[in-house]
């Protein structure tokens, strides 16, 4: 550029000095950007002419950087020439933005920032600068001398044009914040006349200390609108910040954040070993009086911390969730004294809350709200030991149960009944009108309630209450609090209600602190066991600890046998004395009951853990357990400009990944469909395309139905999503390094093409371009096939014929639910408990999912599913489906989510869909790796490829390339046997629990392998090469082995096996249309007939 000779093709003499031309010079252009720049902004543009060729080909690429890169950062560079500086106000310092600032000389100025900031450039030289502002005295400054390189710094200081006494009107703006605003004035603030009254009294009692200093009651006495309390809260939250974490945990039906406020030392998370606490206030949104408590009791924390004994020692030993309003909807309707109304009681939809929980003796009908559904997500992610609902209208402490079986209003009472009664009375004797029993004379005469407390079902019937979901579903104790006789009662009471419950509310915090607590932990390393079971003798209702191992079980003082049980542990028995007012501790160190104790032990070396193998036990257990993945999920953001991608684009991002991230992904096509769109499979992996064996490998799909596309958008933002993370996020990197994710996110692209946004009922593109449904197309043989199979259905079988899969799972709309196999009409699933277990993992990490209610209006869907999971069959059942091909023919467990009641909804649900899928999706991630795995070799160390693992006597696996097998199992005990022909069978049991990573189990065979003295390889293939030969050579090798093994059942595992084998080589090798012999005698369950039959179909 520099040599002014462009030298272009079409202009071959044209030469401009030094590379540069005024733009008028060279030719007229009206309406040039750069113009605009400098005329009406503060930039000054030029415009730059890179190369002669418009669009060269990519391999140019490389050259112009190469010419370009040094010019492009010396351009860059330049940005810091001439004059810079601020202009500001004389009196206050405040920034002075819309300054103009104006060098004499030159007809251009410019304009200052909304810092008040500036940068003039200019060349080297000697100018002088004026700073103008309306309403002040200009300000120049002369012979400002303007160097090569970085810019001088010249502040301008403006001072106003004075106008007689007017100088008070400029600077007021400060000194609002020692006035707290509209606050109303209340009886203590930390005035002295009430710490006189006691000095005389401390003269005559001990005198070393002097007396503490009261401590300071809140001032902060109104109503607080959503907004006002917003901002209260956010006040707090920034003012102390080392103890206070403000956090929401959903929203409300018209999109209100539910906030909690945690205050605690730590706040922002839970420390092994301190309770939590929760207040929850106004969840009928016209019985004000807990709101504004809760309010009270989070300025009375803050500012009492650190300076008050009692504060202090509570907020240091506990983690205080409180949650102001659980229906600020409801609250926004309500009426200032309101008495006993309704309105602004139940939520935006008009459901009352209080009626909305999943009730353990009837079933609630309503739709469950979003604010219910948020409650019950809060308290499946926190331990939470002891609550409190804050409600008015009465002036009583209820206690569960707060109905029955039959419904009527008679004493219901709880395992916990005592301790319920104890924790009660701790607030009502607090309360000094509340314990004498009377609570609205005026209201309801005649009514008493002894101590101020009741039970709830003998005071009135409530069906689907909060307190009671707590107790049946939690490890929480919760009562609920009638705080008062009027539900909304003035402003100006609002001092009065803190009086009387300010004690009470303390007093209740610490309850938390009582009955017996302590950890349970591993007593061969220590670490601490989550989900243990504590039970406690006579009193039937258990508690499991946290995922640290911690736990806490509320009792009434006295002597107890308590009792830790675990999966896979042996359970430990011992007494404990709760002392009154306090807490025992008692912690618990379990033995494993483990293969050396039990059965015949694993032969061979156990292998050893390498560090990396470790890193990735803890992460699996850090993501499993607790609030680990939701953390995860909030702390790696992604896109949230949703849209639906139809083919085209879809092969644009795909190919846009493998562009962007190289080294971890790599792109593949399966097939083409009808109309010859390619069918898409993206790896990532840490190192994509290769064969990492001893990793487990997981398939995304989506798209079957293409009328459903949900599914696919959610499987690319979920491939960006993992891909941007990778090296960013620890657990993402750790994830993908150690797994290998396979995404099909389109499966039916042809139909996808046909489908309309915003249908939520049609079939539109439902099925292929041949009219197919491509879910009731996969037959693994000929003879159950009226027609050939789809293009699609072949590219998909194909993928999960490469049998390497751990775990698959599916995408679909029009339901909201998790299906297992099989689709097909069967008996019974051999595995049922473990595909069900994974089903309900990914329902479980949906927001919604879980819940259960799949009820469509648009579908007529059943609704009130259990866990939100039902096995497929029972949804719609069919033949043919994808899933139940994964089972029988892929050996890979495949489940289908189901995303929403909507096939097609618009695009700016995508988001939500998103957010609410993302956890799950993840979760499945973690899921790959639990179960058992391991690898199966000979005496000699070779691997053995192809032997069974049989699972609980019925599922098999079978180990791959390198003798690895991985199967993924519910948590609890089972059997595996490993079983290979010519080698001894070997068994174990296994423990697999929900939370570890599977523990790699060698297993070794010590049997020569070889058999009547001939390869096993020779004796395969010589049966593969005639029919009549195979079932010789199958029964002699059955034979041998039934002579060989000691035990009855062996024979049936090998032949088994064999017949597998063969049947592998036969689809390979052969043409055969006859059924096989061996497999048509042999079969045992529906499964096999289907495998058999696709042996022939080739
Ligand atoms: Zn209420």
Known sequence: MKTGQPNCPGAKDETFKDGITNGAQWYDVPGGMQDYNYLHGNCLEITMELSCCKYPPASELHKEWDLNRESLLAYIEKVHIGVRGYVKEAISGAALANASIMVAGIRHNLTTGTHGEYYRLLVPGTYNITAVVPGYKSVTINSVQVLEGKAVEHNFTMSPVVSEGADSTTVRTESMTSTSGPSIPTTTTNSPNSTVVPSEENKSSPPILPPEPQPIQPQEFRHHTYVDMELFLRKYSSEFPSIVHLYSVGRSVDGHELYVMAIS???????????????????????????????????????????????????????????????????????????????????????????????????????????????????????????????????????????????????????DDQVFQRVSRAYSQENPLMHNGHPCEDLYPGEYFEDGITNGAQWYNVRGSMQDWNYVNTNCFEVTIELGCVKYPMAKELPKYWEQNRRALLQFIKQVHTGVKGTVSDSRDGTGIPNVTISVDEIDHNITTAHTGDYWRLLNPGTYSVTASAHGYKSVKTYATVPKDGVEVVDFRLTRVHSDSNGQPLKGPQPTQNPSEKELQSLIKDLSLGQGLEQLVSSTDTENNFRYRGYKELAGVLRGLTLNFPKITSLRSLGQSVEFRTIWALEISNKPGEAELSEPKIRFVAG????????????????????????????????????????????????????????????????????????????????????????????????????????????????????????????????????????????????????????????????NIPDGVMRAAERQSHMGSMKDFSMDFGHCPEITVYTGCCFFPPAEQLATLWAENKKALLSMLVEVHKGVRGVVRDKSGKPIVGAIIVLNGGVRVFT??????HALLAPGNHNIEAVADGYQQQRQEVVVSSYEAANSIIIVFDMDNSIFGLPREFVVASAAASMTALVVTACIIWCVCAAKSNRQKDGFHRLRQHRDDYEDEIRLTSMGSKKSLLAHEFQDESESDEETLYANKI
């Open 265 to 415: 030392d730590n706040p922002a998370v839970h420390e092994h070993g301190e309770p939590e606490f929760k207040y929850i206030g106004n969840m009928h949104g016209n019985e004000v009086v807990g709101r504004e408590l809760l309010l009270n009791l989070i300025e009375y924390l803050c500012r009492n911390y650190g300076t008050d004994t009692e504060v202090t020692k509570l907020v240091n030993s506990t983690r205080i969730h409180i949650m102001p309003s659980m229906n600020p909807d409801g609250y926004e309707i309500g009426t200032e004294g309101d008495v006993k109304g309704y309105k602004g009681r139940n939520n935006s939809n008009n459901f009352d809350l209080n009626r909305n929980f999943p009730d353990q003796f009837a079933t609630i009908t309503d739709p469950r709200q979003p604010e219910t559904i948020a409650v019950m997500n809060w308290l499946k992610s926190i331990p939470f030991v002891l609550s409190a609902n804050l409600h008015g209208g009465s002036l009583v402490v209820n206690y569960p149960y707060d109905d029955d079986k039959k419904g009527i209003s008679q004493y219901s009472q709880s395992p």
């Open 704 to 863: 079957i139905h293409g009328n459903a596309p949900v599914g696919t958008e959610l499987l690319l933002e979920f491939a960006a999503f993992l891909c941007i993370n990778y090296g960013k996020n620890p657990a993402i990197t750790k994830l993908i390094n150690e797994t290998r994710i396979v995404i099909v996110p389109s499966v039916n692209p042809d139909g996808r093409e046909l489908a309309v946004e915003k249908e939520c009922t049609s079939t539109q593109g439902l099925s292929n371009a041949h009219g197919k449904d491509l879910d009731t197309d996969f037959f693994g043989n000929a003879s159950q096939r009226v027609v050939e199979s789809q293009p699609e259905t072949r590219a998909m079988m194909d993928l999960i014929l490469e049998k390497s899969y751990t775990l698959s799972v599916a995408l679909d709309g029009g339901s909201l639910v998790a299906t297992y196999p099989y689709d097909k009409p069967v008996q019974s699933v051999e595995n049922e408990g473990t595909l069900k277990y994974l089903a309900s993992v990914y329902a479980n990490n949906h927001p919604k999912m879980h819940l259960g209610d799949a009820g469509c209006s648009n579908n007529g869907q059943m609704s």
């Open 960 to 965: 791959t390339e390198g003798g690895y097998f």
